[in-house]
């Protein structure tokens, strides 16, 4: 997420719920995360600077570790085809902006183990 406030309201409800997280504000600062690290589940922004969340889901879709990880879109474009676009790209799931948290705890429920 590259806009300061949206990160700080999704990280925040994430912590709230006993949750660590690891914030990349652009796509490719997301592929050098997972390369650190493994993650549970990754909610991308679709709008980033330097590379967008379609072409980093595609890049990390194509690393053996991220073929099964759940990736949920985030994004303020709330139509159908934004939609479809998120999941053609590799997506799992697929999040409006601005968050509502019934929908945000309850989208993550289904990824988290």
């Not at 099964?68 to 159908?80: D, R």
Request: glycine share 6%; hydrophobic share 40%.
């Amino acid at each position: 997420e590259d806009h300061d406030v949206n990160r700080r309201i999704a990280v925040g409800m994430l912590q709230r719920r006993g949750h660590s997280v690891e914030v990349a504000v652009d796509g490719r600062e997301a592929l050098a995360a997972v390369d650190r690290e493994t993650f549970d589940v990754v909610l991308m922004d679709v709008q980033m600077p330097e590379l967008d969340g379609l072409e980093t889901t595609r890049a990390l879709r194509r690393k053996a570790a991220f073929e099964k990880t759940p990736i949920v879109a985030l994004t303020a474009h709330a139509l159908e085809e934004e939609r479809e676009r998120c999941l053609a790209a590799g997506m799992n799931g697929y999040l409006s902006k601005p968050i509502e948290v019934t929908t945000f705890y309850a989208t993550l429920r289904q990824y988290l183990r």
